[in-house]
């Protein structure tokens, strides 16, 4: 079974996986540690992670990025119209989802979020595969822990949909502190003080702070606050938005009207960043920009610095917020991690040390670390691999309330009631009791609609509860319903069932000073029997069931989504299949003109030569010709045309090989024979040894030692 964790990152995907001697990060076919989060779209195939970023320049319009910022928007979000600015693929509307549009196999095509990201998971899946050299199934991923029920529940589709099982939804930053705190041996016991630590994790696009308190064998997160609007990204917009004015002025070409001008700005203005965080000033040079113009500029870090300035403002915002949900102080954290890529910037970390007024730590891979987190996870979750047992706590984000259409027969009955709280433990259950003579439905949805992102609605899902019915007419069926939020921080209404108040008998405890008079006056040694007293107790009696309505694809569609996403992964295999047997023919056909001059002309007749030159001839300029765009099977009988006419003449070849191997080793042979004959011959011609005196026959007894009497 494979132990894999996935940090779904919004401009890169890390995977890491777990095994006996530790936590690896893998490599992708290209041996990047991290894979673009990239899904692109051509005339024949999909281009997914590596193979995307290849194409983005010469594919924009059908490349999607920012694949884990759709997961389950709508297009009229607003957060939705500024996701556009950083996708080059026009988004549509698909059912009530947003979804790009792309020119696929030669057609217009649509697909939804869901589906984008399950394409991109199988490379993820594939990737991993390649690397454990086993069917990889069950995985733990990295989610944002600002991400409601809706964008959560799409995530677990598109991993059920790419042949994936989510064994846990993990916040980024409670990953992060799994995988700081389940190596550490000096964590303080249950009855210490905890030892406090801030995460702070600043990605491509986001900022999330954590407090946690560890101790031994377990993790608490007290509070959690974040910035979604606050990442690496806004900090390469701040830099294009700058060099788009200083080229404008200075060459006279608007990049913002050309795409590809503005990509290879971005990814210019990226590497400069890096560059920044460790110098003082970078050149930007770009060949051609746009309209034939090369361009050049320099940056220095403070410059830099005053260009961001309004997002620096704004870092110490979810520091305040994590800490007051944490009801702690500054003082009362003892270490401070950094994650993230975009804390390598020197004036984001010179303002979060100022804010905490003691050193960063930065003993976790800023890159890696959240997933090595959910590799961690998957391996305590794995029932076939043994690690220390670590125990999480997370929270939830929003407080989540359920609404009911009020009794008829209860008139002053509430009609909605706040189950978890903001900052309620998670995972968690709690029971609601209803009184009802009938089926009755209930609705989940977030008390605070302002917290949410953007224009996400609040709706959670819909719960019909059935074969409710009274005893009678004035009677009420009491009603038990089990909510929870499971460990993906997905709320359902798992169970329900019926329970009836019974009378039965239990024995009255004694108080503890008239059992002492008892005992003293028994004197029979019979022992008395208990008082007893009648109480109602609630008993179950039934189940109830339940269908719930939530923002989870149902069944059919998700098995429609699953046979197209397999038969597109069919089809791209088909044409690297394709492209790899072209590959191999054209290699063939080079190698045997090599040969046929060099080391097989002596194993070949004139004739021979002319024959197998002419069908190389000819199939090259059918390769280059008719033969550029062909099946796989066309391919395979090229070459083997080829190899009717080239085989022998190999075979020649190697046979002459073989025979002069075999003569080769036929000599050495005879040598270590002779060899083995004359040491023997040696051996029999030398004196026999001195036989050598037995031991026994050369020790004697030692002389007894005087015995003295001493007074």
Known sequence: MSVVGVDFGTLNTVIAVARNRGVDVITNEVSNRATPSLVGFGPKARYLGEAAKTQEISNLKNTVGSLKRLAGRALS???????????SAPLVDINGQVGAEVTYLGKKEQFTATQLISMFLGRVKATAAAELKLPVKEIVMSVPAWFTDVQRRCLMDAAEIAGLQLLRLMNDTTAAALGWGITKLDLPTADEKPRRVAFVDIGHSDYTCSIVEFRKGELTVKGTAYDRDFGGRDFDTALVDHFAAEFKEKYKIDIKTNPKAMVRVAAGAEKLKKILSANQQAPLNIESLMNDVDVQSVLKREELEALVEPLLKRAYLPLE?????????????????????????????????NFF????????NQDEGVARGCAFSCAILSPVFRVRDFTIHDIVPYPIEFNWEKSEDIPDEDTSLTVFNKGNVMPSTKILTFYRKQNFDIEARYAKPEDLPGAVKPWIGR???????ADSKDDFMICKLKARINLHG???VEQGYFVE?????????????????????DTDGEPKAPKM????????????????????????????????????FMEDKLVADTDEKKNELETYIYEMRNNIDDRYAEFASDAEKEKLKARLEQVEDWLYDEGEDTTKAVYIAKYDDIRSLAGPIAQRYFDKLEEER???????????????????????????AEEPVSKEEDMTDADTPAVEDVE
Not at 77 to 87: F, G, L, R, T, Y
Not at 357 to 364: A, E, R, V
Not at 501 to 521: H, L, N, Q, Y
Request: aromatic share 2%; proline share 5%; charged share 40%.
């Open 77 to 87: 979000d607003p957060d939705v119209a500024k996701e556009q600015n950083h996708i």
């Open 321 to 353: 917020e994590a800490l007051a949900q944490a009801k702690l102080k500054v003082e009362d954290i003892d270490t401070i991690e950094v994650v993230g890529g975009c804390t390598r910037v020197p004036a984001l970390k010179e303002r979060i040390q």
């Open 357 to 364: 007024g003691k050193q960063l730590s930065f003993t976790i």
């Open 662 to 688: 075999q003569v080769a080793q036929a000599k050495l042979d005879a040598e270590l024979a002779a060899k083995r004959e004359a040491s023997e011959a040696a051996k029999k011609t030398e004196k026999p």
């Open 533 to 568: 007293r009648k109480v109602k107790k609630q008993v179950r009696k039934g189940d109830l069931p339940i269908s719930a309505g939530t923002a989870s694809l149902d069944p059919e569609t998700k098995a429609l989504a699953a046979e197209r996403e397999n038969n597109m």
């Open 463 to 469: 719960f019909s509860v059935k074969n409710v019915k």
């Open 501 to 521: 108040d019974v009378e039965v008998e239990e024995p009255i405890p004694e108080d503890k000073d008239e059992k002492k008079d008892a005992d003293a006056m």
């Open 490 to 492: 997905i709320l359902n």
